[in-house]
Structure formats: C-alpha cells, structure tokens
C-alpha cells in the first residue's frame, strides 16, 4: 500500500477544519517532501481549546484561567495548516498553534481522524 497515492491534493478538495491530518508537501518530488501531523484551519477560525490538565487548586485553576484568557478560542489569523507546539514560557501543560510552512497549494492531505465520517 502507497500513503502517497491515497492522498488527496488540497487543490481538488480542501480538508475538513479541524481534523487531524497526515500533510504531505511536494509530493511528487521526492528531494522536496516535508510530512506533518496538522489541522487545517481558515482565517478567522478560531482554535479549538487547549485542554489544561487541573491543578491541584481552586486558586491555581483561577490563575491559570486569567493568565490565559485569551490564549484558547482566538481566531486563526491566515489560512492554512497549524500544528501544536509546546509553550515553554507557559508552563508545562501549556501549547501553542503555530502555523506551518507547508504551502496548502502545494500540498495533498489523508484524514487521520478516527472521529471522521466517510
């Protein structure tokens, strides 16, 4: 079985928001390929939440909900692939989305989501 030749290009259908993906650049040039486990999300969309694990306190869980009021639920600001990084001025359990380098034109795409109908 080819992973490749299941995959589909991002200029004949864009993928779901969202969802999990196994993104592939370039790929029909294999000195080019970089590969990836993103979600595609359009301008505007906005990130989903970054599940925090509960500290040990009321007071603790208060805190980290000022300190990071605005950090879930804020709005992608271009369109196209993001993928969670570690935030390591956030503490240990805190996130990030960055936006990938992949250009969404130049790419193909397979859902990986288990959650994915059809």
Same mark, same amino acid.
């Given at each position: ?40 999300? %359009?301008?505007?969309? #906005?990130?989903?939440?970054?599940? %925090? ?7 603790? %869980? ?8 605005? #950090?879930?639920?804020?709005? &992608? ?14 503490? &240990?359990?805190? &996130? ?13 795409? &397979? ?8």
């Amino acid at each position: 079985m080819c992973l490749l030749c299941s995959l589909k290009p991002f200029t004949e259908a864009q993928p779901p928001e969202c969802t999990d993906l196994f993104v592939c650049s370039n790929p029909s040039d294999p000195q080019k390929r970089t590969y990836g486990i993103m979600q595609f999300f %359009r301008k505007g969309t #906005r990130f989903p939440e970054i599940i %925090r694990q509960e500290e040990s306190s009321r007071e603790e %869980r208060l805190m980290d909900a000022i300190f990071h009021l605005n #950090r879930g639920g804020t709005p &992608a600001p271009e369109t196209g692939y993001y993928f969670l990084e570690p935030d390591s001025q956030g503490g &240990a359990d805190s &996130a990030v989305w960055l936006l990938s380098a992949i250009n969404p034109l130049d790419s193909a795409y &397979a859902v990986i989501s288990p959650e994915c109908q059809g």
